[in-house]
């Protein structure tokens, strides 16, 4: 059964820090692109960055590049984000996924304010 854990959100004030993590099972996870999702209150959720299967190549969306920075480990089926300088735009519930294999996850709730 493919499975999206997400986990390291959090409550932080503006410039503040936070570490996302996806632990993942079910499916060979060294093949595949691992996409992050967001979505904020009262939006659709939004795709805003990738990392390809050996973690050699990574996709933000403008306004987290600098800011937002990826990496996996491929013996323990997990990626994670480091999220620095987070913005009050940066609020809203995170996932990752694989497009077209199993179901979303739980996501993590993010909230930046002061």
């Known amino acids: 059964q493919v499975q999206f854990v997400e986990s390291g959100g959090g409550f932080v004030q503006p410039g503040g820090s936070l570490r996302f993590s996806c632990k993942t099972s079910?499916?060979?996870?060294?093949?595949?692109?691992i996409y992050w999702y967001r979505q904020a209150p009262g939006k659709e959720r939004e795709l805003f960055g990738s990392?390809?299967?050996?973690?050699?190549?990574?996709y933000y969306i403008d306004s987290l590049k600098g800011r937002f920075t990826a990496s996996r480990d491929n013996g323990e089926n997990t990626v994670h984000l480091q999220m620095n300088n987070l913005k009050p735009e940066d609020t809203g519930v995170y996932y990752c996924?694989?497009?077209?294999?199993?179901?979303w996850g739980q996501g993590t709730q993010v909230t930046v304010s002061s």
């Open positions: 996924k694989v497009p077209g294999l199993g179901s």
């Open positions: 990392i390809s299967p050996a973690g050699d190549s990574v």
């Open positions: 079910g499916f060979a996870f060294s093949r595949y692109s």
